[in-house]
């Protein structure tokens, strides 16, 4: 687990997860293959996703590009505000 990015509005968390855990040297040796995705947390709807595959994909090649361009916070915030309408998950602290 790795923070990605926090602002007022939003929090990014990474998860990776090696492809196989049996053989965890053998997806090192293969290209590190991995699973996992990304955590986003609505903090003022205190509402979260969790994205994975081939969103969790489209999603880091937006960032990757957005970043390209030495965006502002609320120019990050914009982005990631894209994906406010597929939070249905409450955010629910232990």
Not at 31 to 39: M, S
Not at 56 to 61: M, N, T, Y
Request: hydrophobic share 45%; charged share 25%.
């Amino acid at each position: 687990m790795q923070m990605l990015y926090n602002s007022d509005n939003f929090a990014v968390v990474a998860f990776e997860v090696p492809a196989r855990e049996a053989a965890p040297v053998a997806a090192e040796a293969e290209g590190a293959l991995t699973r996992g995705g990304y955590e986003i947390v609505d903090k003022f709807s205190r509402k979260e996703i969790y994205l994975e595959g081939a969103m969790a994909e489209s999603f880091k090649a937006g960032v990757e590009a957005l970043i390209q361009t030495s965006p502002s916070v609320e120019e990050i915030d914009a982005y990631i505000e894209r994906f406010a309408s597929l939070m249905h998950q409450p955010l629910v602290l232990h």
